[in-house]
């Protein structure tokens, strides 16, 4: 992979190139988002992933900015998120400053203070605006993470920005990036995103790994584990995905549980050990004690019965 931050690299030519630009990074991925990852780099469009927790979706986002040498601008989402936190601020205390630094001068002209105050130099750039004003022939990759935490009218802004790739700012005027960033939407869904949006976006729906796959992000995630712990975490892991749970284990937690039993210089599973480490991969009392015991042995059973 290139380090040199100042070269971007060029884009992909073909799904298979970027699924093995992705690969490059450690990021597994089934030819479907291959596909969408790569008609949204070509296409200059945003890409929107949806999806359960901890299944690689702001991960991909990360993984075109190592591969593609870009800088990634993330605007983490959050209820009450407002321009001034996403695209840009007034810099107050520094336009106190100046006023007091004029006044004590003897101010000349209260309109041309008041031009000076409003210019750049006073602005303060959040995420959305840095991704506007990108390295000339190196856009960045603009992350907006966990879309469904925001509410309605930051999401109307949004679509002004993911248009045009503009933001007007009254003072000033209208930034208009002179290249498109590479945009990379998340959403968990815990409430649709409005239409308008999405119609923006090329959608795609992130689910959970096949049990190859997850094999495979496991091994070049954990490599330290034994190829037989890998693969009966991942069957377990593929078992518990099957049941009715709170809360499903998402591909973090089978990296996550996959590091406790190499730290606890595990070869292979057995019940105990599952029942002792059942937290590194479900995260909710109930869940825990619906598969502690019974539930674990058997689908310990089942797993080997399948693996030999
Ligand atoms: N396909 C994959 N290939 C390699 N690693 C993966 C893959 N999917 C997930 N991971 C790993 O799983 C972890 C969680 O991924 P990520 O943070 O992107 O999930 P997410 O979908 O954004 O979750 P959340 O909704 O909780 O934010 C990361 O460490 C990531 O490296
Ligand atoms: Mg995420």
């Not at 605007?75 to 100046?98: F, H, K, T």
């Not at 190196?138 to 469904?148: C, F, K």
């Not at 029942?275 to 009392?285: F, I, S, W």
């Amino acid at each position: 992979m290139p380090t040199d931050a100042a070269v971007p690299s060029t884009l992909p030519n073909s799904i298979d190139e970027t699924a093995a630009m992705l690969a490059r990074a450690d990021y597994v991925t089934e030819r479907s988002l291959a596909t969408a990852v790569f008609l949204a780099l070509r296409m200059g469009r945003p890409l929107f992933l949806e999806g359960e927790a901890g299944v690689g979706k702001t991960e991909v986002a990360k993984v075109l900015s190592r591969t593609l040498n870009r800088r990634l601008v993330r605007l983490q989402c959050y209820e009450g998120l407002d321009i001034a936190s996403a695209v840009y601020e007034w810099n107050y205390p520094r336009q106190m400053i100046e006023i007091r630094l004029a006044e004590a001068a003897g101010i000349e002209s209260r309109e041309g203070l008041g031009q000076d105050i409003f210019s750049e130099r006073f602005l303060i750039r959040r995420p959305l605006l840095q991704a506007l004003q990108g390295d000339p022939g190196a856009a960045p990759v603009l992350l907006i993470d966990e879309l469904d935490r925001t509410d309605e009218p930051f999401e109307a802004y949004l679509l002004e920005v993911l248009s045009d790739f503009q933001v007007t700012i009254p003072e000033i005027g209208t930034i208009k990036a002179d290249e498109a960033p590479i945009v990379v939407i998340t959403s968990n869904r815990t409430r649709e995103i409005h239409d308008a949006v999405k119609r923006r976006c090329l959608y795609h729906w992130v689910d959970y790994p096949n049990a190859a796959r997850e094999f495979e992000i496991v091994r070049r995630k954990v490599p330290g584990a034994a190829e037989r712990l890998s693969r009966e975490v991942v069957a377990f892991v593929q078992k518990l995905r099957t049941i009715d749970l709170f809360k499903l284990p998402g591909v973090a937690e089978t990296i996550d549980w996959s590091k406790a039993l190499v730290e606890l210089d595990k070869l292979a599973l057995d019940p105990d050990t599952v029942n002792d480490t059942l937290g590194a991969l479900l995260k909710y009392q109930d869940d825990i004690s619906r598969v502690r015991g019974s539930e674990a042995a058997r689908l310990l059973d089942e797993v080997r019965g399948e693996l030999t």
